[in-house]
């Protein structure tokens, strides 16, 4: 089994950025992920991230990618299961692949997007159910699809459709949209049918998703509409399971940290020393990507500190206890 200085879960901008912090430190560093991107991939163009007016979000991925790959971090493509200690400055960070030990762990895996929760969601995931457009769009070139949402990214993923797929629907359960106006202007310039004051009861098909199952929120009536593809932008959600007897939550499910990233034991205001963690997943009130990565540096320059003892000194945790 592989030993790194520090594992970090998750590769948004909080996490490729403490991995290029971390690495320039000279720490063996390891990034664990299901994706490369985070929720920079749900959106089609980032504005004002400091050097770019806007950018195209994949663009800025790719960037990042590349930057943290010329400093020599690994990066490897798995779903984490559970992180625990299992020694004096040792964690061990379990996958669906592997295991990895570590003497410190930066958690930076974000939030996931929110599912509808409906029969035939899970079955077709990937099979006609996406929950980024960007990813998954290019697939359902010249075919019917509709997106579910009233928000900005339900916007944004509307308008990129319009412009490949052969029909474009968006289902929203209000009659009104959270969306920014002018965005909401754009998409119904491009052609975009509306279906308002409408649910997604059931998604259908075989091998692939042929059709969804819609009930007025008003009448009950349901009726059937035949799409290839379906985009869930319904928001999203910390995934707490794997950390909730690692680290201390908010009521949010959000890891409390302190300002320098530090974490704390479970139902406890004792910092849980070697666990560190930034961006969407903390209780850092501002979610904006520059704020993750500024995090996220924080996040490794302390993990760096904890390892070689510097301002950590005094601090003792009884592991055994803890795993």
Same mark, same amino acid.
């Given at each position: 089994?592989k ?8 590769a948004?901008?909080a ?9 320039r ?7 664990v992920?299901?994706?490369i991107?985070g ?12 050097g ?5 979000a994949?663009?800025?991925?790719k960037r990042l ?10 990066i490897?493509?798995?779903? @984490?299961?559970? =992180? %625990?200690?299992? #020694? ?8 669906? $692949?592997?295991k990895y030990?570590? *003497? ?9 997007p929110?599912a ?12 006609g ?15 019917p ?6 928000g ?12 490949i797929?052969?029909k474009v629907?968006?289902?929203h ?10 965005? @909401?202007?754009q =998409? %119904?310039?491009? #052609? ?6 409408t649910?997604? $009861?059931e998604m259908?098909?075989? *091998? ?18 035949q799409v ?15 950390i ?13 940290i ?6 704390f ?9 070697g666990?560190?963690?930034?961006g969407?997943i ?12 500024g ?15 510097i ?9 055994s206890?803890?795993?």
């Amino acid at each position: 089994m592989k030993k790194y200085d520090v594992i970090i879960v998750g590769a948004g901008p909080a996490g490729m950025t403490a991995g290029i912090f971390a690495s320039r430190r000279e720490l063996k560093t390891l990034i664990v992920t299901d994706d490369i991107g985070g929720q920079m991939l749900s959106t089609t163009n980032i504005e004002n991230y400091p050097g770019f007016k806007k950018i195209e979000a994949l663009e800025l991925v790719k960037r990042l990618e590349d930057h943290v790959r010329h400093f020599g971090v690994e990066i490897v493509r798995d779903v @984490v299961t559970g =992180v %625990k200690q299992t #020694g004096e400055k040792e964690f061990t960070v379990f996958s669906k $692949k592997n295991k990895y030990k570590s *003497k410190a762990v930066i958690l930076a895996f974000g939030k996931s997007p929110r599912a509808l929760g409906v029969p035939g969601e899970k079955e077709f995931s990937g099979k006609g159910v996406s929950y980024c457009a960007n990813c998954d769009g290019p697939m359902f070139k010249k075919m019917p699809v509709a997106v579910v949402g009233g928000g900005n990214s339900a916007f944004e993923s509307a308008h990129y459709m319009a412009k490949i797929a052969s029909k474009v629907y968006l289902i929203h359960r209000r009659n009104e949209f959270r969306a920014f106006e002018s965005l @909401v202007k754009q =998409v %119904k310039k491009l #052609g975009v049918e509306f279906i308002l004051n409408t649910e997604v $009861k059931e998604m259908k098909g075989d *091998k692939f998703l042929k059709s969804l199952v819609l009930e007025d929120v008003n009448t009950h009536k349901r009726r059937e509409l035949q799409v290839s593809g379906v985009f869930i932008e319904i928001g999203s959600e910390v995934k707490s399971e794997i950390i909730k007897d690692l680290v201390k939550l908010d009521e949010s499910n959000h890891v409390v940290i302190d300002d320098k990233c530090q974490t704390f034991y479970p139902n406890s205001n004792k910092i849980r020393p070697g666990v560190f963690a930034a961006g969407d997943i903390t209780s850092v009130p501002f979610k904006q990507i520059i704020i993750s990565a500024g995090e996220g540096a924080k996040a490794a320059l302390q993990a760096y500190n904890y390892i070689h003892d510097i301002e950590t000194k005094g601090i003792v945790a009884d592991w055994s206890t803890q795993h």
